[in-house]
């Protein structure tokens, strides 16, 4: 169905090639998983088998890209094409366009050549399927991210195309979101569509998928059944993080486990009318490595932004060194409490990784900069990179650089948002084992995470959250 | 945080409006306050258009916007004052108490007669622009502007500069909160703060332009632009389109009545 040969492809301007010499051939009705870590070309082979490459990029191509048997040269445009092939990108946002989940879908329905009747069935068929009715008059932007994947999923499906290529649909997901994924999935693999899946959730998909491509600077590393292809060590070791090692016995990170860093007591919020919050009670001590995890909407952010009073507290208080936060200022509390967020790009600024280290620095002006931000640059195995521009670097590094801006105003607290979203397991190690060593050297750590492993392997406490109330506390070390 | 221009779902008379009687509503609007200098006539309208907004259930969203609109009025009337000085001096800008500078820059009564002008026909276009996309859905806007022939590559470019206001705001709010937890300073003095805008807007321009190469994309991909559309039951005129029409009519026949009038 989609066949390509030795396919190699290099961006205008750009100094090595993204994918090189790939060969591919995708049966009708397969699930083809592509991971590996982010830059091996995994959206650049999906773009390449969407036929988004030929029409919409210049740089240099080689090699036939065939769809149905026939070269994607020979389609007059992208819109003739998309009549084989739907394409979910990894940006839900930037793929919605109008005001309601209903608009949304009815306006790709409305496209395809077909009956006002086939599209009012086809809408109904595809709202099911999608688990959207009862959210159909809401507006896109207000929907939650699993949500979003789902819309955007749904207008993909409302091409009513046989391939579908979906670029990380399951990043923002929590447990719930990539299994109701995984259901909609399966449905359509049993219908006799063709699946694309570029991902790096490799466990979760395991059932779902036919063919495993592993890829690697460029190039396919491995390719073939899932089972033999993780078979090889240095393979599985890119597709299935194994936090385990990263616990080191021996070593103890608690600090004075008497004295809490963070305190909270009796701690509601409320967006309008709707309660995020409601009535926690929670201590954080010197050197802990907690681990929040629940559902999406759970509470979870909306808990930690408090911590460095990005919001305030509806009722209740909160503590950060004995001190209230009430009446405190984000930027001195940043000397105590540091913040990463999920997406590292809502921070990069400056022209160098250098420099945007030292923003931090020189925002609370601490002495030393350079030498705090040579050892910083070390700490977060950037040295190499010291000098590039940060939106260059690859996502991986880019959350490195993230912590390692935080890190350089030398808060007690690093707190850390879904600090993994949208990287492959190698990546995601680096980040926890950078994360496990700061606890080691005395700072408390605390992650909002979906991922279960990096909870149970890698954070000695683990937090559950849900409908914004704690429901388990576990690993507590006793007092 | 309040939203601009998104469109809210209620049920009031312009939500009942067809999209092209809408259209001509802001069409009419738009000719009177362009072409009247009658302060008393310009906050007839805006009287109007802030009874219309109320009986649309639509007040609270264009109240809304009053800070926005009052600061931007204050800045026009001062613009006017010191660019357009005409007529009897009624002050000054500067206090006369004001040691070796006091009393300058003089405020005229035609300088400031014609700020309150373009502050009110502002406030007047604001309202009316408001009105109409709020209580319109984009894909009904896309289908009529689509009937008027107007280009499908303007219709999408407005409606999803629209859509993009309110991811602009999110984003907006989201790069605020990651740099104010590196310790970023919003600055202080005009310089100051123009200088710290920069670790705001180079994330905020950086990704949104990397969102407008998938939007292409996608738009391209779904056959916005090149294919034919199933034309599903949509809305015609009824009854309120044709009073509202009449009434439009009327207004603009004396509206110009009147002008040629004065004229003669």
Redesign the interface.
């Known amino acids: 169905m989609i066949g390509l040969e030795s396919v190699s492809y290099r961006f205008p301007r750009a100094e090595t090639y993204a994918i090189q010499d790939l060969t591919l051939h995708i049966n009708r009705g397969e699930c083809v998983m592509i991971t590996g870590p982010s830059g091996a070309g995994k959206t650049t082979l999906g773009l390449a088998a969407a036929g988004i490459l030929a029409h919409e990029y210049g740089g240099k191509k080689e090699g036939p890209v065939r769809i149905n048997g026939k070269d994607v040269m020979d389609y007059p445009d992208l819109s003739s094409l998309s009549a084989q092939i739907g394409m979910v990108f990894d940006d839900p946002e930037a793929q919605l366009i109008f005001t309601s989940v209903e608009e949304e879908i009815l306006s790709a329905l409305e496209r395809r050549g077909l009956s006002a009747d086939d599209v009012e069935f086809r809408y109904r068929t595809i709202l099911e399927m999608t688990h959207l009715a009862s959210l159909k008059d809401r507006p896109p932007h207000t929907l939650s991210g699993g949500q979003k994947q789902r819309l955007v999923l749904a207008t993909t499906l409302a091409l009513t195309t046989d391939i579908l290529i979906l670029d990380e649909p399951t990043a923002e997901l929590d447990e719930t979101g990539t299994t109701a994924l995984l259901e909609i999935l399966k449905n359509l693999k049993k219908q006799g569509r063709t699946i694309i899946l570029i991902e790096h959730k490799f466990r979760k998909m395991r059932e779902l998928v036919d063919t495993l491509v592993v890829m690697e600077g460029g190039k396919i590393r491995a390719i073939g059944a899932p089972d033999e292809v993780i078979g090889d060590p240095q393979v599985q070791d890119i597709v299935i993080p194994d936090f385990k090692e990263l616990n080191q016995t021996g070593r103890n990170a608690l600090g004075d486990v008497r004295v809490p860093v963070i305190t909270v007591n009796g701690l509601s919020h409320s967006y309008d009318r709707i309660h995020a919050l409601n009535n926690i009670d929670l201590s954080i001590y010197p050197g802990e490595f907690i681990a929040f995890v629940g559902e999406n909407g759970s509470g979870k952010t909306t808990l930690i932004k408090h911590f460095n009073e990005l919001l305030h507290p509806t009722a209740g208080e909160v503590m950060v060194l004995g001190k209230d936060t009430r009446g405190m200022f984000i930027a001195e509390l940043s000397r105590d409490v540091g913040m990463v967020f999920q997406n590292p790009d809502h921070m990069f600024f400056a022209d160098t990784v250098y420099e945007e280290i030292a923003f931090g620095i020189e925002n609370l002006g601490l002495e030393n900069r350079d030498a705090i931000i040579e050892h910083t640059l070390a700490d977060a195995r950037l040295l190499p990179a010291k000098d590039l521009y940060p939106r260059w670097l690859s996502r991986g590094e880019r959350q490195r650089l993230a912590i390692a801006c935080v890190l350089a105003m030398q808060p007690k607290v690093i707190v850390l948002d879904e600090p993994t979203t949208g990287l492959d397991g190698r990546e995601s190690r680096e980040v926890m084992a950078i994360l496990k060593e700061l606890q080691y050297q005395g700072h408390t750590i605390i992650i909002v995470t979906h991922s279960k492993e990096i909870a149970a392997d890698v954070a000695d406490r683990v937090i559950t959250m849900d409908h914004g109330k704690i429901v388990s506390d576990t690993g507590r070390r006793s007092r | 945080m309040s939203e601009i221009l ?2 809210v ?1 209620k049920d009031g008379i312009f939500h009942r409006l067809n999209t092209l009687t809408k259209i001509l509503f802001v069409i009419v609007v738009s000719i009177i306050s362009v072409f009247t200098i009658s302060i008393p006539l310009l906050l007839l309208v805006l009287a109007v258009l802030l009874l219309l907004a109320a009986f649309g259930h639509l007040h609270r969203e264009i109240f809304g916007q009053f800070f926005l609109i009052a600061m931007m009025s204050v800045i026009m009337i001062g613009l006017a004052v010191i660019t357009l000085p005409n007529g009897s001096v009624i002050g000054s800008l500067v206090p006369e108490q004001v040691p070796a500078i006091g009393g300058s820059i003089p405020i005229t009564l035609g300088g400031f007669l014609l700020g309150v002008i373009m502050a009110l026909r502002f406030a007047v276009l604001v309202i009316a622009v408001q009105l109409f996309i709020i209580s319109t ?3 009904d806007l ?1 289908h009529t502007l689509e009937r008027l022939r107007v280009p499908i590559d303007f219709t999408l470019m407005f ?2 500069a629209l ?1 993009f206001i ?2 602009l705001q ?2 907006g709010k ?2 605020q ?9 919003p600055g202080s003095g005009v310089g100051g703060k123009i200088q710290r805008l ?2 705001i ?3 905020l321009v ?2 949104a332009l990397s ?2 190469n ?2 292409g ?17 949509e809305p015609g005129l009824a009854g309120w389109d044709y009073i509202a029409g009449c009434l439009m009519v009327i207004v603009s026949i004396g509206f110009f009545a009147a002008l040629l009038i004065r004229m003669i």
């Open positions: 998104q469109f779902q859905r984009p894909r896309i409606v999803i859509r309110s991811t999110i984003e989201r790069i909160e990651a740099q104010l937890a590196r310790g970023y300073n920069i670790p807007m180079v994330p950086s990704n969102r407008a998938v939007l994309l996608t738009i391209d991909i779904r056959g916005y632009r090149t294919r034919e559309r199933t034309i599903l039951q």
